[in-house]
T-cell receptor, first 118, second 114 residues
């Protein structure tokens, strides 16, 4: 149980392109989803917290107009990297927490999306 | 601010040897504690977690961790390493005053030699 599917797994595109990444909880409902960015050989950096039916909460230093987050249902959140540039190349990982309301529920992670901007 | 320290960015052991990955947290109030494993080009998989109750927590793949409040530690151990254990391991905490967030340590890469 508690499977999170992230798609696509890899994207290679030209500079200026907008890229959408999907994060789905397959067998549970997730009121809250999280988007992380991971640089090579580094830890995960939380970018934003995505709440179903409301605006996402962005961490300090993360451009909300650059990284658009939509969480339209209890099983789907999307991250759109708008007008991507080479410096946006990174490994993006989403996670979801079950909506049972308990604060100690673990986050379940997708397999990540490797974004390469040429 | 809450922080997590993982001593040793790289740990190398022989197959069959004890695995010990260290994690210390900074908090006056014990948070919720987690260990995750990441294989190359994949997301994170939960190994185990501590919330309340028994301080020795058993997880998947033979791993366990012990919460020691006096030492503010949550070290991960496995009695006998397998080649398949080679991966990146992350310790993480959820502060009780902000249970939405998961704060990660910098990770420890485990290498297992035959």
């Amino acid at each position: 149980g508690a499977v999170v599917s992230q798609h696509p797994s890899r994207v290679i595109c030209k500079s200026g392109t907008s890229v959408k990444i999907e994060c789905r909880s397959l067998d549970f409902q997730a009121t809250t989803m999280f988007w992380y960015r991971q640089f090579p050989k580094q830890s995960l950096m939380l970018m934003a917290t995505s709440n179903e039916g409301s605006k996402a909460t962005y961490e300090q230093g993360v451009e909300k107009d650059k990284f658009l987050i939509n969480h339209a249902s209890l099983t789907l959140s999307t991250l759109t990297v708008t007008s991507a540039h080479p410096e946006d190349s990174s490994f993006y990982i989403c996670s979801a927490r079950e909506s049972r309301g308990l604060s100690n529920q673990p986050q379940h992670f997708g397999d990540g999306t490797r974004l390469s901007i040429l | 601010a809450q922080s997590v320290t993982q001593l040793g960015s790289h740990v190398s052991v022989s197959e069959g040897a004890l695995v010990l990955l260290r994690c210390n947290y900074s908090s006056s109030v014990p948070p919720y504690l987690f260990w995750y494993v990441q294989y190359p080009n994949q997301g994170l998989q939960l190994l185990l977690k501590y919330t309340t109750g028994a301080t020795l927590v058993k997880g998947i793949n033979g791993f366990e961790a012990e919460f020691k409040k006096s030492e503010t530690s949550f070290h991960l151990t496995k009695p006998s390493a397998h080649m398949s254990d080679a991966a990146e391991y992350f310790c993480a905490v959820t502060p009780l005053d902000n249970t939405d967030k998961l704060i990660f340590g910098t990770g420890t890469r485990l290498q297992v030699f035959p």
